[in-house]
């Protein structure tokens, strides 16, 4: 069955960057796009973007252009998200799930990012 | 972008009873719209993609309908399982964007 299973939560400090992993199973890695989401406050999303782990092709919501970067190691079927110059508006939770052509089909049980000093 | 707005902010229902939630589009959205629904502490898990099909696996009672702009869920029949948060995703254009949200409790 298809999973996405991300990795742990993180606690780090204003100005520093955090990068979080995302590994598939149950599914061909390289034939779905991958897409990150926030959920602030326990409640609002926002998708952040997308990536295609075929050609490492993305997409972005304008508003997380320079602070999202998306990767992709096909050996491993793992997607990554690195959030660069952390502010307490960072503190979320973040999904990754898999991208079909108009929804999110399944997601990753979400990383909670705490920014704090 | 398009702007989804979603209502009610929350609902209260009793056992058995048929509730349903609304999501309008900035503009017209071509039925590319997805229902989720959250439980607490728990992802999204995803009910009704397309506006009206449902996910396999979803029970029946839950149930999709519009076009254009104004879309809706349906939920016939109220089981306590049913609570927790529900959202709505139009994939129609970029950047994807969600409803605000519908808080779902059991009366």
């Known amino acids: 069955q298809v999973k996405l299973l991300q990795s742990g939560a993180a606690l780090v400090k204003p100005g520093a960057s955090v990068k979080m992993s995302c590994k598939a199973s149950?599914?061909?890695?390289?034939?779905?796009?991958v897409s990150w989401v926030k959920q602030s406050h326990g409640k609002s999303l926002e998708w952040i973007g997308e990536?295609?782990?075929?050609?490492?092709?993305?997409n972005f919501n304008e508003k997380f252009k320079g602070k999202a970067t998306l990767t992709v190691d096909k050996s491993t079927s793992t997607a990554y998200m690195e959030l660069s110059r952390l502010t307490s508006e960072d503190s979320a939770i973040y999904y990754c799930?898999?991208?079909?052509?108009?929804?999110?089909?399944?997601w990753g049980q979400g990383v909670m990012v705490t920014v704090s000093s | 972008d398009i702007q989804m707005t979603q209502s009610p902010a929350s609902l209260s229902a009793s056992l058995g009873e048929t509730i349903s939630i609304e999501c309008r589009a900035s503009?017209?959205?071509?039925?590319?719209l997805a229902w989720y629904q959250q439980k607490s502490g728990k992802s999204p898990q995803l009910l009704i993609y397309?506006?009206?099909r449902l996910q396999d696996g979803v029970p029946s009672r839950f149930s999709g309908s519009g076009s254009g702009t104004q879309y809706s869920l349906k939920i016939s029949g109220m089981q306590p399982e049913d609570e927790g948060d529900y959202f709505c995703?139009?994939?129609?254009?970029?950047?994807?964007?969600f409803g605000g949200g519908t808080k779902l409790e059991l009366k």
């Open positions: 799930t898999r991208s079909l052509w108009d929804r999110f089909d399944y």
């Open positions: 149950g599914y061909t890695f390289t034939d779905y796009w």
């Open positions: 990536i295609y782990p075929n050609s490492g092709a993305t």
């Open positions: 503009e017209d959205i071509y039925s590319n």
């Open positions: 397309a506006a009206n």
């Open positions: 995703l139009q994939g129609s254009k970029f950047p994807w964007t």
